[in-house]
């Protein structure tokens, strides 16, 4: 329990850092500039407050960012212009405000990245379609809208294979785009969003999901005869 030491800086050859589920508590401090070699680091499931420290969102060292389940606050104001070997990054369940920052998309090595449960809302920003190395995406609980173009612009993301957008987009009209297109998609979790319309024909062509959450919506009409074709499909949920 208690502070993060800031002799932690002292540690000039460390390389990874996990220090999750513990009691710690406080500010982080700004002590990441002396760790230039500092590839993991990880405080998840502590009661860290206050903003990101400058040195650690512009470490370019880190590949692995695990910051979930804290009470940290403000932009999430990573510099992924320095943060080239980022590959990892989570700050789900923490007190982030919005909107998604453009810069994210910089981190173009970024593979997943999970912004869950955080006060963000706005739209997803149009550069997320730069994120080509993206395979697990959650930001689910983060009171986004505009589902239609959120879709539209991940369909980019060719290697997405999990997609997790439950509790966004309340009320409004599930997309039927037929040119919408997930081809290595395997889970799709879109639950709890009170989405209105058919099951959308888009879906058909996610020829290798192997989870489909549709629950808590206000869908309606038939289920698609087309479903018989989920070959892997082993958890289905409406």
């Known amino acids: 329990s208690g502070p993060m ?14 220090i999750s589920s513990n009691l710690f508590s406080g500010v982080l401090p700004d002590i990441f500039g002396s760790l230039a070699r500092l590839e993991h680091f990880s405080a998840m499931s502590n009661s860290f407050t206050g903003h990101l ?3 650690l969102v512009n470490s370019p060292s880190l590949q692995m960012l695990n910051l ?5 606050s403000g932009p999430i104001n990573l510099n992924c212009s320095a ?14 405000l919005g909107p998604i920052p453009d810069g994210l998309s910089s981190c173009s090595g970024l593979k997943a990245l999970n912004l869950a449960r955080n006060n963000l809302g706005g739209e997803l920003p149009n550069n997320f379609k730069n994120l080509k190395s993206l395979t697990q995406l959650s930001l689910s609980n983060t009171s986004l809208s505009n589902i239609l173009s959120a879709l539209r612009i991940l369909q980019h993301c060719r290697n997405l294979s999990m997609l997790v957008l439950t509790r966004n987009f309340l009320d409004e009209q599930i997309p039927n785009d037929v040119s919408l297109e997930f081809k290595n998609l395997n889970s799709l979790i879109l639950a709890n969003c009170q989405l209105r319309g058919p099951i959308p024909q888009w879906l058909s062509r996610c020829h290798k999901l192997q989870l489909l959450d549709l629950s808590r919506n ?4 038939n289920i698609p005869s087309w479903f018989r074709k989920f070959e892997s499909l ?3 949920d409406l």
């Open 5 to 18: 030491s800031n002799g932690i800086g002292n540690l000039s050859n460390l390389v990874k850092l996990d």
């Open 53 to 55: 420290p400058n040195s």
């Open 68 to 72: 979930s389940n804290n009470s940290l």
């Open 83 to 96: 943060m080239k070997n980022l590959v990892s990054l989570g700050l789900a369940g923490n007190l982030f």
């Open 218 to 221: 206000h869908l309606g009409g």
């Open 234 to 236: 082993f958890y289905l």
